[in-house]
């Protein structure tokens, strides 16, 4: 049995005596005994040892922070170069007179004195005393226990909650330890004794406590120190650090409810924390150049919340229990949170321009003050700046009133927000734009023209045409034309309407991507001169659309993409088109085209033998055979109409023909139009048509109140049924072919979609979607 436990105890490396013997020798080349590689301090020689585990580094420290502007009486920012320890231990004792308010709620004063010259600070506060009463346990009186003593304090009863600043029980203590001199002072009205004592040598030597009779009013605490200097490499209570105590002076007035501050001598003006808020907005601007508003409620006994714009990404100054919460922590959060879900919900039904935005996003443009009273609350160290303590755990809510959120979405913070998304959008619109380059990969269908993106860009001309049967028609025109110039690229169905999409919309638009590079366009960038069309890829674009409403229509989609996005492109040659015939009336050798419904009614009118020509009716571009197409571009002056600009009045036009926000003046333009066209046909005058034999040029104003009014208003006569039959002219025909076909059996769509052509001169749609 003794060999085991000999066997046991050698294993464990435990000697005769009962100690063991695991320390390691000294590593090769280490110098020094064991004693002095292998040491045990105390709790005092450890703190002062590694005095950051405790208050902070004892190093200086350069930062930008909140400081008092006696000169301007507001809160301004300056690079400051302090010492986080020296500033830690006399915030220690200012949160503890702080703290006193929970314990006294008739204690209304605290006083700081700052000697400089000195090097004395002394913080006062007349809540009620230390008890002045001998400690039975610990065998000396209560205040030499708690100032004196380490891990003693009034806060380890956890299962009291306490929204008082203090917690771990160093905090004073700590303050005594780095300071050459620290005398406590104190009295008690409830024993009716005044109590003082001293220490030194960083807390370690002390003074008999003094105890006197007091008097039955007398009731304070008072903290005098001088710093240890030296532990924090100084000379003298630098400018900076006496800056940054005397501005904690000022967050206390602003934290302690009904307690007036005193900063050497001089009542601290601050009687509610609105008026700390207010320092530090006095004289900002928001981004218009207005003064910043502030949105503050006193939420309730324990909360107090205020609100302003920010120009600097998230800010916050937040207090718990007294505390300068500087890196703020999990009330922030709550309080940010909830401001930024109510501020999403507005967003979402302003934001048009389809950004996704998200709530760091909105957080980015606030700045939250936030004084608050915390049970018992947590921190992430013991310098106190990050606040850990779950909500649940805070022992009151933060419930913001629906005034308070509705005033938030009025103050700026909305607007701010989609500034910045519309800024957003135009950033990433630029990362999408197109450049000059002589060859262009990755665009199914585009006949890029030879000198496409080279020196003689500027002679190029991109012809976009409606869908490939169109595009078929204009390659076979290249062959007289030739393709060094001229570049085709065909539209599937109709392109987006951008003034009115969302950014979303627009970036995800393959059609307008693909225009945007194939042109070489660049967003954001202004093309004033001729010179500037030789940035890019085309130095013309030519629309080649049927001559129906629907092709009109894919014109002045185009035109709206450019004058949305480069409104001075319409000032130059830039924009053209190629028209083609809609009808020809063609007899024996005598061929006549006619480039609009209006003219070609017209032509009817005025000539009685209409009935005698051949009339044929050119649905689209792909109707016109490859003889045609040639034909017209051995013609290409007849057939090329140039888009000329004729000042505001074309941009008003085109506005009010794509935007939604001229909604009204839209109805006002149709139901003009339709007066006119009524009145005119009253005293027999023809109806206005834009291309004449003659015509080289068209104005955007005519094209808009010329052609495109005519989409608009047989969009109208297509989608709302007539106030006689409820029908529509779509429904009307069908309907009237199948009466005059007489059909008592089922009848391929396709098959009545013919006859339909055929009896009720259907020329343009789509038919089995009219027939639905």
Not at 174 to 184: D, E, G, Q, R
Not at 237 to 242: A, N, P, S
Not at 263 to 280: T, W
Not at 399 to 412: H, M, R
Request: charged letters at 30%.
């Amino acid at each position: 049995m003794a060999d085991i436990k000999a066997m046991f105890n050698k294993m464990n490396n435990v000697t005769q005596n009962g100690t063991t013997d695991s320390v390691p020798p000294p590593a090769k080349g280490q110098k020094g005994t064991i004693e002095k590689i292998y040491q045990k301090k105390s709790q005092l020689e450890h703190i002062l040892l590694r005095p950051d585990t405790y208050i902070g580094s004892v190093e200086r420290a350069t930062e930008t922070m909140w400081i008092y502007d006696k000169t301007k009486e507001c809160m301004t920012q300056k690079e400051l170069t302090y010492v986080p320890g020296l500033y830690k231990i006399y915030d220690e004792i200012l949160v503890n007179a702080a703290d006193n308010k929970q314990r006294d709620p008739k204690m209304d004063i605290i006083k700081i004195d700052i000697n400089q010259e000195q090097n004395t600070i002394s913080v006062y506060n007349n809540g009620c005393g230390i008890p002045v009463v001998m400690h039975k346990e610990e065998k000396m009186y209560v205040p030499t226990m708690i100032f004196g003593h380490l891990l003693t304090s009034s806060n380890y009863n956890d299962e009291e909650e306490k929204v008082t600043g203090g917690r771990n029980g160093y905090g004073a203590k700590l303050c005594n330890i780095f300071s050459t001199k620290f005398t406590v002072e104190t009295a008690s009205k409830q024993y009716k004794k005044h109590f003082k004592q001293t220490w030194g040598s960083n807390m370690t030597k002390a003074s008999e406590p003094k105890v006197k009779e007091s008097g039955k009013d007398d009731d304070f605490t008072k903290v005098t120190f001088s710093p240890d200097l030296a532990k924090f490499k100084m000379e003298k209570l630098e400018d900076d650090i006496v800056a940054l105590m005397s501005r904690r002076a000022y967050d206390v007035a602003a934290s302690s409810h009904g307690v007036k501050v005193y900063l050497n001598g001089e009542r601290i003006k601050i009687n509610k924390f609105k008026d700390y808020v207010d320092l530090y907005i006095k004289g900002k601007e928001d981004e218009n150049g207005q003064p910043l508003k502030v949105v503050y409620e006193k939420v309730s006994d324990r909360w107090e919340v205020a609100l302003t714009l920010s120009n600097h990404g998230f800010q916050q100054v937040s207090f718990v229990n007294s505390i300068a919460t500087t890196k703020g922590g999990k009330h922030v959060d709550s309080v940010s949170d909830s401001i930024v879900k109510s501020v999403l919900e507005v967003l979402k039904k302003k934001n048009k321009g389809g950004v996704n935005i998200r709530p760091f996003q909105v957080k980015h443009h606030m700045w939250v003050f936030i004084n608050c009273l915390i049970v018992n609350p947590t921190f992430d160290s013991q310098t106190k700046e990050n606040m850990t303590l779950q909500a649940k755990s805070f022992g009151s809510k933060c419930n913001l009133s629906e005034k308070f959120i509705t005033s938030v979405t009025k103050s700026g913070l909305v607007e701010s927000v989609l500034t910045w998304a519309k800024f957003k959008a135009q950033t990433e619109l630029v990362k999408a734009s197109g450049k000059k380059q002589s060859k262009l990969k990755g665009i199914p269908k585009l006949e890029d023209a030879n000198d496409a993106g080279t020196k003689n860009a500027h002679l190029c001309t991109l012809i976009l045409t409606e869908g490939d049967s169109a595009k078929t028609l204009a390659v076979s025109g290249l062959s007289v034309v030739g393709r060094d110039h001229y570049g085709v690229f065909p539209l599937k169905g109709k392109p987006l309407n951008v003034r009115d999409a969302s950014h979303k919309q627009v970036l995800e638009n393959v059609e307008i991507n693909n225009l945007i590079k194939i042109i070489g366009l660049q967003y954001k960038k202004k093309y004033n001169s001729m010179d500037d069309l030789k940035s890019l890829r085309y130095g013309k674009v030519m629309i080649m659309a049927d001559q129906d409403q629907d092709g009109s229509h894919i014109k002045g989609l185009i035109i709206n993409f450019i004058h949305h996005n480069w409104p001075e492109l319409l000032k130059l040659p830039f924009l053209e088109e190629f028209i083609t015939p809609i009808v020809k009336a063609t007899k024996k050798d005598k061929e006549i085209s006619f480039y609009s419904l209006p003219e070609f009614e017209e032509w009817k009118r005025d000539t009685e033998n209409h009935h005698t020509y051949n009339i044929k009716y050119y649905k689209g571009l792909g109707t016109s055979t490859s003889k045609e197409a040639k034909e017209y571009f051995q013609n290409m002056e007849r057939h090329r109409i140039r888009f000329k600009y004729g000042g505001a009045t074309d941009d008003h036009h085109i506005e009010l023909a794509f935007s939604k926000k001229g909604a009204d003046q839209r109805k006002e333009w149709l139901t003009n139009h339709m007066d006119e066209v009524k009145r005119r046909k009253e005293i027999g005058l023809p109806e206005r048509y834009l291309y004449t034999k003659d015509t080289k040029a068209v104005s955007y104003s005519d094209f808009v109140n010329l052609e495109l009014v005519l989409f608009s208003n047989g969009d109208n006569v297509r989608s709302i049924p007539s106030m006689v039959d409820g029908l529509k002219p779509g429904q009307r025909k069908v309907i009237f072919t199948c009466i005059k076909r007489n059909d008592k059996r089922e009848v391929k769509v396709a098959q009545l979609a013919g006859s339909v052509a055929e009896h009720s001169a259907y020329h343009h749609g789509q038919y089995c979607n009219l027939i639905k």
